[in-house]
């Protein structure tokens, strides 16, 4: 029927792999129709640490669904 999915442990397999090919902390989960990412990383406070917040933890969500590579109809 042309419906794109994915396969769910090769996703998160994937995305797992680029997190730490650029050294993020993150964790990836999939299901056949959305992988979702989420990465924490520790920001340091360089103006703010004279107030003694040294360090903040940031945490972002993101998600995916897999679409074809046109996105509509061909001429």
Same mark, same amino acid.
């Given at each position: 029927? &042309?419906?794109?999915?994915?396969?769910? !442990?090769? !996703?998160? !397999?994937? #995305?797992? *792999?680029?997190?730490? =090919?650029?050294?993020?902390?993150? $964790? !990836?989960? *999939? $299901? #056949?129709?959305?992988?979702?990412?989420?990465?924490? /990383?520790?920001?340091?406070?360089? /103006?703010? =640490?004279?107030? &003694?917040?040294? *360090?903040? $933890?940031?945490?972002?969500?993101? =998600?995916?669904?897999?679409?074809? &590579? /046109?996105? &509509? %109809?061909? %001429?």
């Amino acid at each position: 029927d &042309g419906t794109l999915v994915l396969t769910p !442990a090769q !996703a998160a !397999a994937d #995305a797992d *792999a680029y997190l730490a =090919s650029i050294g993020a902390d993150g $964790t !990836a989960t *999939a $299901t #056949a129709n959305q992988v979702t990412v989420t990465v924490t /990383i520790v920001q340091q406070m360089q /103006i703010l =640490s004279a107030a &003694g917040l040294r *360090a903040i $933890t940031v945490r972002a969500t993101a =998600s995916a669904a897999p679409v074809r &590579g /046109i996105d &509509g %109809p061909l %001429p």
